[in-house]
T-cell receptor, first 115, second 117 residues
Framework: DQQVKQNSPSLSVQEGRISILNCDYTNSMFDYFLWYKKYPAEGPTFLISISSIKDKNEDGRFTVFLNKSAKHLSLHIVPSQPGDSAVYFCAASDHGSGNTGKLIFGQGTTLQVKP | DAGVTQSPTHLIKTRGQHVTLRCSPISGHKSVSWYQQVLGQGPQFIFQYYEKEERGRGNFPDRFSARQFPNYSSELNVNALLLGDSALYLC????????????????FGPGTRLTVL
């Protein structure tokens, strides 16, 4: 049962343009969402997060939008840079389960930013 | 400050063998979680330890076990290795308290690449 889904395995964007990565979830108990970036041979690096009580969180070039009614979140990167080329993972957490150490990850989307 | 460290970086084992993977969290972090990432998938939660106690367990067989030491470092043990255990094993540390309703981001180490032949 895939509770967090990233339906686009890959995305290619021109440098300077906007990258939009999407994520859907099925568990309405999720109350915290995160985006991680992963380069080859490295562990995932935290990018940005959002609580379920918000619908937007912005940090520099990165903005995460949350649509609870649609159970959908997206990560916007503006402007995209070649160094942003990596695999991006969406993850979710349910504090109500009593285990805040458990993240549920999507399958990942490979972003390629072309110069 | 040093980040999360894991050892070894790579490991090759044969079916039926046992393996021990090690993780040192960021200084001051008391929570350690373990994840398995197979090729083409996102990381899957295996265990969380906080203050040397198991606080959560994912859907993995009993061949998988872990422990946390007084210095908050952790070991993941896998017995009777199967070909399907080949994966990247990630350790993450955080300030997360498993009961308090607050959240702290998890910081991941570079992982241990395990190959089972």
């Amino acid at each position: 049962d895939q509770q967090v889904k990233q339906n686009s395995p890959s995305l290619s964007v021109q440098e300077g343009r906007i990258s939009i990565l999407n994520c859907d979830y099925t568990n309405s108990m999720f109350d915290y969402f995160l985006w991680y970036k992963k380069y080859p041979a490295e562990g995932p690096t935290f990018l940005i997060s959002i609580s379920s009580i918000k619908d937007k969180n912005e940090d520099g070039r990165f903005t995460v939008f949350l649509n609870k009614s649609a159970k959908h979140l997206s990560l916007h990167i503006v402007p995209s840079q070649p160094g942003d080329s990596a695999v991006y993972f969406c993850a979710a957490s349910d504090h109500g389960s009593g285990n805040t150490g458990k993240l549920i990850f999507g399958q990942g989307t490979t972003l390629q930013v072309k110069p | 400050d040093a980040g999360v460290t894991q050892s070894p970086t790579h490991l090759i084992k044969t079916r039926g063998q046992h393996v021990t993977l090690r993780c040192s969290p960021i200084s001051g972090h008391k929570s350690v979680s373990w994840y398995q990432q197979v090729l083409g998938q996102g990381p899957q939660f295996i265990f969380q330890y906080y203050e040397k106690e198991e606080r959560g367990r994912g859907n993995f067989p009993d061949r998988f076990s872990a422990r946390q030491f007084p210095n908050y470092s952790s070991e993941l043990n896998v017995n009777a290795l199967l070909l399907g255990d080949s994966a990247l094993y990630l350790c993450a540390s955080s300030l997360t308290h498993p009961i308090l309703r607050s959240y702290n981001e998890q910081f991941f180490g570079p992982g241990t690449r395990l190959t089972v032949l």
